[in-house]
Structure formats: structure tokens, C-alpha cells
């Protein structure tokens, strides 16, 4: 199984540029979200979704679009980037709510100038 | 506001040592308590994870110590081996919630050989 699969795994965007960060997975989860990795921050939560069409806004989702038309995809969207969002992302999925296990991509490291 | 408050942000132990990491919470609708571990240019991965209903789990060398009142939960790496150089993060989520993941800022972890 490939699991959790994002690309690309680098970008350079200048500012005001737009991008789609690509996530699929392969184990049937219904649960996928979107973190972004800053240095002595964590992971936060930008998006989640808990099933195919439906989606909501996690911590900080100023700045991004999510769409989830089938189970297997969930894209994040930037409208126009802006040098705060350079960091690096993370796709991740589950089958279940809260206390279940998250699978996480490899990550797209994101670079705005 | 970080609702999971998470020391030291880094930590060096020799081969053979223990090493111990911190986590405090706020949110008192949490009852699920993992800790992933992350290799550089990798996604985080579940490590081992905790319920409050227990004070302690032990897998292998890894083990959770949680105090329910005190709103605290650490890590302890037994024998720690230069294979554990990482980086370790606290979560917590509440079951059965949608909303995904609240992580803390990370441990970056160096066992020294």
C-alpha cells in the first residue's frame, strides 16, 4: 500500500502565485486533514474533512482551500501565496474521529518568495 | 493559544540514558493522548499513545506516564539508542471529535553514540 501521497515534495511559488498541494490515499479513510510544520510551533491544523463533500476550517485556514470530492483526495489550495506560508505541509488520514491512528504523507516543503 | 504546551525543545542524551519529554494540556475534553516520532525529510508516525483512564503504557522501550489531575503526560525512552534521534511530538484530540489533532511544538531529540 502507498498510503498517504503528496506532490510534489518541493515548490518554489512566488508571491501572489497560486498552487494546488496534492494529497490521495489509499486505505479507504473517510478522516484526511492538512497541518503545515513551522520551527518551534508543531503542526498545525489548516483543514480537515471528515467524508467525501464535507469539509471545515481547523486552526489556521486563512489563506487556503479544501475540497473533497471523493474519498481518496483531499487538495489544498492557495489562493495567493504569500511569504508566511512558506513552510512544510503535511497530508494526513484515518478511518475514524478523534483516537483513532493518523497516517501522515511525506510532506511538501513550500517555499514563497 | 497553545492548548498543548510541550519541553524541553531539545534534548541531548548519551547512548544507554534516559530520555524524558513533557506535555501539559489545557483542554479537559481531551482523552486521547499519542506521541508521533519524525525522521528529517519524513512524515510524523504514531509512536505510542495513551487513555487517561491508564497511568502508564509501556511498549518496549517507550513508555507514557500520565497524571490525570495534574493535566500532565511525558515520554520515557529507555536505553536510548542512536536510532531514536528524532523528533518527538505530544497530541491530544478528544474521541469521537471531528476536529483532528492538537499538537505540541515538538522535541528534537540526539542520542549521542
Known amino acids: 500500500n502507498a498510503g498517504v501521497t503528496q506532490t510534489p515534495k518541493f515548490q518554489v511559488l512566488k508571491t501572489g502565485q497560486s498552487m494546488t498541494l496534492q494529497c490521495a490515499q489509499d486505505?479507504?479513510?473517510?478522516?484526511m486533514s492538512w497541518y503545515r510544520q513551522d520551527p518551534g510551533m508543531g503542526l498545525r491544523l489548516i483543514h480537515y474533512?471528515?467524508?467525501?463533500?464535507i469539509t471545515d476550517q481547523g486552526e489556521v485556514p486563512n489563506g487556503y482551500n479544501v475540497s473533497r470530492s471523493t474519498t481518496e483526495d483531499f487538495p489544498l489550495r492557495l489562493l495567493s501565496a504569500a511569504p508566511s506560508q512558506t513552510s512544510v505541509y503535511f497530508c494526513?488520514?484515518?478511518w475514524g474521529p478523534g483516537g483513532t491512528e493518523a497516517f501522515f504523507g511525506q510532506g511538501t516543503r513550500l517555499t514563497v518568495v | 493559544q497553545q492548548q498543548v504546551k510541550q519541553s524541553p525543545q531539545s534534548l541531548i542524551v548519551q547512548k544507554g540514558g534516559i530520555s524524558i519529554i513533557n506535555c501539559a494540556y489545557e483542554?479537559?475534553?481531551?482523552?486521547?493522548f499519542p506521541w508521533y516520532q519524525q525522521f528529517p525529510g519524513k512524515g510524523p508516525a504514531l509512536l505510542i499513545a495513551?487513555?487517561?483512564?491508564?497511568s502508564e503504557k509501556k511498549e518496549g522501550r517507550f513508555t507514557i506516564s500520565f497524571n490525570k489531575s495534574a493535566k500532565q503526560f511525558s515520554l520515557h525512552i529507555m536505553d536510548s539508542q542512536p536510532g531514536d534521534s528524532a523528533t518527538y511530538f505530544c497530541?491530544?484530540?478528544?474521541?469521537?471529535?471531528?476536529?483532528?489533532?492538537?499538537f505540541g511544538s515538538g522535541t528534537q531529540l540526539t542520542v549521542l553514540p
Open positions: 497530541a491530544a484530540i478528544s474521541s469521537g471529535s471531528a476536529r483532528q489533532l492538537t
Open positions: 494526513a488520514s484515518s
Open positions: 486505505m479507504n479513510h473517510e478522516y
Open positions: 483542554n479537559t475534553a481531551f482523552d486521547y
Open positions: 474533512s471528515v467524508g467525501a463533500g
Open positions: 495513551i487513555r487517561p483512564d491508564v
